[in-house]
């Protein structure tokens, strides 16, 4: 792959070890702390910049299909350690490709999660950083002339298709999944909508389309995204998978295997609703095999963030602390799986850190395509492939409800500050992944390079200010 990340700010690009970190924020100049963004290289055809288009044939360009969970946490699949749920679809991707320990979702709900993946550029830079909500119906939509995934995929001469949730904009915004590169659309516009799975419309493309009554939007989704694939297979095509389960609210037309289990009602409805997701991965995963596909096709799976549900039986977040709206790891750290048979090796675990806005240097990689476009993530293809672990940049997140709170990670450090104002919480990963035991008085340094760079992680925004300390 011939992919040129080219470094054009004053960003470290890549730290191998913790502490070049603090030398460069010790160093007069200080130069690092500008915000850390990389521009991928990459051609926009009708924006003014010169072709330059995709370097790897059509036949060496595999179809992808990203599979986003809503809502789903850490523990509950089966292959990441779920002991109540059935899983076994999902579960045979991971034996059959590589399961990540240490992804991360683009932020703690959904829209601004989203909106990471879609552009590259995590939430100290994008344009959508909360979940905000526009009457009567949407959210808070990007801008026109913002450049996505779909669009870099369109440019390297894949068909793309999102089937789910989109909750970046509304019906007529100048964020619509056409304007934002997907040739197809099938789903709910608007976010709001997708809390209930017996809703009276659906959209395709910019058409509303009503739906019988007790229909239940998941398996119409499941089946859309059958369909495209096999409308499109015979071309390097792009699915956005963007399930709505196991989203609030608990709603599912069986029990299924959990109908005499003696738990509560809403235990029960939570387990089928995730096994029902789990048998419609398994359906799509024989589709790629019978169009005989399978083996050109790099499938991912993973959760916009954290666990919503709270059963104990249940165990949603698994070994992790925290949960959806959390900076927690249960909040942000994502059960995460890609195969690509003949490429990922079977049954491989990685410890590769990456996160939603990595999606974009790693497709553009895939594709072999250069240009320049602004990206905070950095391409772990090579990690998918079997090279050794890429090095990441500091990871940040941030967040807007109730007040504003901010994490970031570097090397094996995490820090967390829940409120402006409050103190520093510092955590070391790779001994306390649980969060129990606050470092931060034991490593004045260590604190003193992360309140420098949740300073300098993110740029002014009109809509999302960070509130006076009280």
Partial sequence: MNLDLTLRTNAVSSPPQFQKWVSALDSPSKRWVSPPMRFLLFAWIGFGVAWVGPSVDAADR?????????????????????????????????????????????????????????????????????????????????????????????????????IGKWGLGFPGSPSTPGIMGFDYFYGYNCQRNAHSYYPEYLWRNDEKVLLEPNTYSHDVLAEEALGFVRRNHESPFLLYLAFTIPHKKLQVPSLGAYADKPWSENEK?????????????????????????????????????????????????????????????????????????????????????????????????????????????????????????????????????HGFTQAARIGDWKAVRNGVGKPLELYDLNSDVHEDNDLASDHPEIVKMFESYLQSARTHSDVWQVPSAP
């Fill in 62 to 162: 595999p179809n992808v299909v990203f599979i986003l969970a809503d809502d789903l946490g850490y523990g509950e699949l089966g292959c990441f350690g779920q002991e109540h749920i059935q899983t076994p679809c999902i579960d045979r991707i991971a034996s059959e490709g590589m399961r990540f320990t240490q992804a991360y979702a683009g932020a703690t709900v959904c829209a601004p999660s989203r909106c990471t993946l879609m552009t590259g550029l995590h939430t100290g830079h994008c344009f959508v950083r909360g979940n905000h909500e526009i009457d009567p119906v949407g959210q808070l939509p990007m801008p026109a002339d913002t450049k996505t995934l779909a669009h870099l995929m369109q440019n390297a001469g894949y068909r793309t298709g999102l």
């Fill in 269 to 401: 409805i939570c387990a089928a609703m995730i096994s029902r997701m789990d048998s419609d991965v398994g359906r799509l995963m024989d589709v790629l095999k019978v169009l005989k596909i399978d083996e050109q096709t790099l499938v991912f799976f993973t959760s916009d963030n954290g666990a919503v549900h709270q059963f104990p039986r249940f165990n949603h977040s698994g070994p992790l602390r925290g949960r959806k709206r959390s900076m927690y790891e249960g909040g942000i750290r994502s059960p995460s799986i890609a195969r690509w048979p003949g490429k990922i090796a079977a049954g491989t675990v990685s410890e590769q850190v990456w996160s939603f806005w990595d999606m974009m240097p790693t497709m553009a990689d895939l594709t072999g395509q250069s240009c320049v476009l602004p990206t905070d993530g950095v391409s772990i293809l090579p990690a998918l492939l079997g090279d050794p672990i890429v090095e990441h940049p500091p990871i940040y997140w941030e967040f807007h409800e």
